[in-house]
């Protein structure tokens, strides 16, 4: 058995695409979500509980989300939304039968799902972190991107008030960590982050390699900031066999296709007679990826056997790299090194078809492997020593910092929505600025530039996180090996 854990983590968002028409394009964006990833991952995650596995997971949703699945409306309609997909699988060509067949089946097994939550997938996901099998955190309200929302930081602050008051609307729980959108951090965040009663979140990579002082862990463990808000990295090894456009797992060509669809298949009238108006994606997928260079109208009819046994062979793989890397990291670093995996939550279902049944056989495989599994927040509950940095400026889009989200193509809106900004604090009358910025006190940094920074141990208690401050690092800085395989040097 490899020492340290694997803390996989998924992130669960959509816009609020709620419309008054049913069977429009936004309610399909919706269901297909639904009925592809959110449904499957609850029932994955239940029947690997049932069996023993332990399974353990981060995910957080975000407030328009939840919105979407307490919406009542949308509850009444998913059922027909279900019935006129089975309807239009009747017109599958007859050598997809087999795929039509799977997906009927899996069709049937999302509805009853549904009807065992009464319509309520929250209950669902509410359980499951009272048995402690999820840790579920928190986003932005609208999921906003933080660092061009920061003037006035009222507009921020907003958005986690808002946030964190949904979400133990919704789920019955404050929640102690947050998805930060994008993954995105500006200097201060931390400030901002504390006083709304948050206490972790995860950073891409950089976030944590050049804070400062230096993790001496690299992101193999979190690190807590002078506000007392822990923070993860993003590991690219363990997310790259399933991120990776040109090596990555989903590209299977055993694999369901995602972009071949009977939605564009079928004639337009035959989609107008079942109340369908135009040719659209449909969530009904019955070919297969066949090969990187395989034109579309050429893919193959699906075969979900072949795919559930790649999905077992993938999930072996991952397993085996993951105990590998975790030896390898236990062998350099003087503690339980933490791998954490972040990803989207639709990419296992609804972007890949066989995302659940892979997560399955990781927690199967895993457990059997001796492979540790570990929630964020389990992470932070066993009194471990963390160090004291800064986080560095960064976001996990392309280029890894803020220009992704800030070009010449989008910033016109800039200066709109600074506007709107300004125009809500006061309307609101500045109500949170009553609230007491100064009821987390921040832990002083003790010690500047690259050297190492103080230890502190943050420990869960029943009303919130504690930290304790442990001293000033007194022995040498971390050795040339570990900084190779971190990647600072």
């Known amino acids: 058995m490899a020492t340290g854990a694997l803390a996989l983590v998924l992130h669960g968002h959509l816009p609020y695409v709620r419309s008054r028409n049913p069977g429009s394009l936004e309610e399909d964006w919706f269901f297909q979500a639904l009925v592809e990833s959110y449904l499957p991952l609850l029932g ?25 699945l307490n919406d009542p409306v949308l509850q009444e309609r998913f059922p027909a939304w279900i019935e006129q997909r089975i309807e239009l699988l009747q017109r599958a060509q007859p050598e997809e039968e087999q795929a039509a067949s799977h997906l009927l089946q899996h069709f049937s097994l999302q509805l009853q799902a549904f009807s065992d939550f009464n319509g309520e997938p929250i209950r669902a996901f509410a359980a499951l972190q009272q048995a402690g099998v999820l840790d579920l955190l928190t986003c932005s309200a609208t999921h906003g991107y933080l660092p061009l929302l920061r003037d006035p930081p009222e507009a921020v602050r907003a ?11 919704l789920l019955g729980a404050k929640p102690q960590g947050i998805w930060l959108p994008e993954c995105a951090y500006y200097e201060g965040l931390d400030q901002q982050l504390a006083a709304a009663g948050l206490r972790y979140a995860v950073l891409d990579a950089h976030g944590l390699l050049h804070g400062l002082p230096r993790p001496r862990y690299g992101v193999y463990a979190p690190i807590c900031s002078p506000s007392s808000v822990a923070f993860f990295g993003r590991d690219s090894e363990a997310t790259l066999p399933v991120w990776s456009a040109s090596d990555g797992y ?24 079942a109340g ?9 997928k019955l070919r297969r990826v066949s090969g990187g260079d395989c034109p579309l109208n050429k893919k193959l ?22 105990l590998e890397q975790l030896r390898g990291l236990g062998e350099l670093i003087d503690r339980a090194p933490l791998v954490v995996a972040p990803f989207d939550a639709e990419l ?20 059997a492997a001796g492979l540790n599994f570990c929630s964020l927040k389990g992470s932070l509950s066993n009194g471990a ?22 070009s010449e193509s989008n910033a016109w809106v800039v200066p709109d929505w600074h506007r709107a900004s300004l125009a809500m604090v006061e309307a609101s009358g500045r109500e949170q600025q009553q609230r007491d910025p100064q009821r987390h006190t921040p832990v002083e940094t003790g010690g500047t530039g690259i050297t190492a920074g103080p230890i502190i141990r943050l420990e869960l208690h029943p009303a919130g996180w504690h930290h304790h401050r442990i001293g000033p690092r007194t022995d040498s800085p971390p050795s040339r090996s570990f900084l190779a395989v971190a990647g600072i040097a």
């Open 250 to 273: 989903p590209g299977d060509g055993s694999y369901r296709e995602f972009h071949r669809d009977l939605g564009w298949d079928l004639p337009e009238e035959e989609l107008q007679a």
């Open 276 to 284: 369908i108006l135009s040719s659209r994606p449909l969530g009904l």
């Open 385 to 406: 020593q963390l160090q004291v940095c800064r986080p560095s400026p960064s976001s996990w889009g392309q280029g890894g910092y803020h220009s992704y989200w800030l």
């Open 348 to 367: 296992f279902g609804h972007w890949w078809f066989e995302g659940p049944q892979f997560l399955e056989q990781v927690f199967l495989q895993g457990a």
């Open 159 to 169: 958005q986690l008030l808002t946030a964190v008051r949904e979400h133990e609307r």
């Open 301 to 322: 009819p699906y075969d979900p056997v072949a795919a559930a046994l790649t999905a077992q062979r993938h999930g072996s793989s991952y397993v085996a790299g993951r």
């Open 44 to 68: 994955m995650l239940a029947r690997c509980d049932a069996n023993g596995l332990k399974p353990r997971l981060t995910m957080s949703l975000s407030p328009t989300l939840l919105s979407l």
